[in-house]
């Protein structure tokens, strides 16, 4: 089958493909089975980082790749895979298009696979700096590509060159042929008639194509004495370049390599004297919660911690990682960014302790201006008229908090016996455990509801898409109805989805202008 041929049947193939599919989907369009796009999804396909959900923006691996990302995960890859990119496009699209051939139709069939995977990869990989995964298979497949074009380059300069020093050895030494007397040596021209030059040849059988004009003119341009020069000042850069560069990478990938294979829970460090220590305060504080609390204790923390809790404390946690249910994080976010009384009359009725991230770096100070803007996404009130929380921090780079966080709860169970002046009320929040360098610090709540955790944990209380189906979604025990009752759920949805009210477009028009002025930090 010739490449005319498959792609008439392809083109047959997809046609009717997308006529059934355009008829699916206008039949289950009305039912409204096709859902919103998420922001999630919108992320990957519009140009500016906010989404508008201040949940997505505060996940770090939500945000574009930036070029030292693909650099650090990447390294010489980066220069090599736009090379065998190019070599792989050349092979599978432009030389078939001018010049098809039956006998080497499928060999471009994994080039266009190569080229289609590289193009979705690289798109997706500049939305999302978790995506970079994608990269990794077709970087390495398009450097391999790149790596033989140089190894057949360099083969095509060292066979020429040595066919040159044969030819003049070969004729500064002629062979001498002994001929007799009164007999001329017969020529060929004699005995046939002039051989068919490949010119000739092509003329002949019409298939003077512009393929073949052009690879003839490439022919001349290359038979230039200049561009012989060149070729070989080209094929001794790149055999200095790998002398001097797969060493390089060779050790650099080692080190990604153990770097990337460490434990995240616990790391080397040095102190202020020099001394090499290893941190282990967050398995230290996962496994107190496991040897220490009830086996039905609950564990209120930041979702960031959720699976670890649940993993390696064997606790129960009140959000993880599958962070669908904005509403449910808000009300996370409002506990810890309340004031401690105002708090722990929420917490008594979800938790039995408070977990969270101390020491600096990415705690949770640091991530507390996400807390308060999730939060007030969906209850309004904690920083009315200011979709950001600006209030909702610190004057300066010395931490001195604003008037908000200092009365939060969560500055106060992070400041506490470390900044003077701070205290924790030991009748609603008592301290259980500090991790051996300060990293992690665990309160208890003090006057839990039992009656609330007994509604929480009945079955019967539980609603389950089916009888004895292991779906069940969470219920919130009647305490709570009242502050539930001023939720605002968030529409994480676009124009061309769905109609905000009035409300919701100025939330999200001022989200995003505060969130340009300030550059997006938090």
């Known amino acids: 089958m010739t490449a005319g041929q498959r792609f008439k049947v392809r083109s047959q193939v997809f046609a009717a493909a997308a006529v059934v599919a355009s008829v699916v989907v206008a039949m289950l369009w009305p039912t409204g089975y096709f859902g919103p796009l998420s922001s999630r999804v919108r992320g990957l396909f519009v140009t500016h980082t906010r989404t508008g959900n201040p949940l997505v923006d505060s996940v770090a691996e939500h945000q574009p790749a930036s070029p030292q990302a693909f650099w650090q995960f990447l390294h010489y890859a980066c220069h090599t895979s736009p090379v065998g990119f190019v070599v792989a496009l050349y092979t599978s699209v432009i030389k078939p298009f001018f010049k098809p051939k039956k006998d080497t139709d499928a060999s471009t069939d994994p ?64 062979p001498t042929v002994a001929t007799p007397k009164g007999k001329k040596a017969k020529s060929d021209s004699g005995k046939s008639s002039k051989k068919t030059t490949p010119a000739t040849k092509s003329t002949v059988s019409g298939s003077n194509t512009i393929t073949d004009m052009i690879e003839s003119k490439w022919a001349e341009f290359n038979s230039l004495t200049v561009v012989k020069i060149i070729r070989k000042l080209v094929a001794l850069a790149i055999v200095y370049l790998a002398v001097v560069d797969i060493p390089e990478f060779y050790t650099y990938s080692n080190q990604m390599g153990h770097h990337l294979s460490n434990p995240s829970l616990m790391f080397q460090a040095r102190l202020g004297d020099g001394t090499v220590i290893m941190v282990d305060d967050y398995r230290e504080a996962y496994w107190w919660l496991r040897d220490k609390t009830p086996e039905d204790a609950r564990i209120m923390a930041w979702w960031d911690y959720g699976y670890q809790i649940t993993g390696i404390g064997n606790r129960t946690t009140i959000a993880d ?28 009725h979800l938790a039995d302790y408070v977990l969270i991230w101390a020491g600096g770096g990415g705690d949770d100070l640091a991530k507390s201006p996400h807390m308060a803007r999730i939060g007030n996404s969906v209850f309004p009130d904690i920083c009315p008229g200011d979709p950001t929380c600006q209030q909702f921090g610190f004057y300066n780079r010395q931490m001195d908090p604003t008037p908000m966080m200092a009365e939060s709860l969560l500055y106060k169970l992070h400041r506490y016996r470390e900044k003077p002046g701070v205290t924790v009320n030991q009748n609603l929040f008592k301290e259980r455990f500090i991790s051996k360098y300060g990293k992690v610090r665990i309160y208890e709540v003090v006057g839990v509801s039992q009656a609330s955790k007994n509604y929480t944990s009945d079955p019967a209380n539980r609603i389950c898409d089916a009888p004895g189906s292991w779906y069940c979604k969470g219920v919130y025990p009647p305490a709570l109805n009242k502050l539930l009752a001023k939720r605002k759920n968030f529409q994480q949805l676009e124009d061309f989805n769905a109609k905000k009210d009035d409300d919701g477009q100025k939330y999200h028009e001022e989200y995003m202008k505060k969130m340009r002025n300030t550059g997006g930090r938090g």
Not at 335 to 346: F, G, M
């Open 111 to 174: 080039m266009v696979f190569i080229v289609t995977y590289a193009i979705v990869a690289y798109h997706f990989s500049t939305k999302m700096n978790r995506l970079m995964l994608l990269m990794g298979p077709i970087s390495s497949a398009l450097s391999g590509i790149a790596i033989a074009a140089m190894i057949d380059f360099l083969w095509c300069e060292v066979s020429e060159l040595l066919a040159s020093f044969s030819k003049e050895a070969s004729v500064e030494d002629p």
């Open 321 to 348: 990682g599958n962070t669908w249910n904005h509403e449910h994080i808000a009300l996370l976010g409002r506990c810890l960014t309340s004031p401690e009384k105002r708090a722990h009359n929420i917490i008594k």
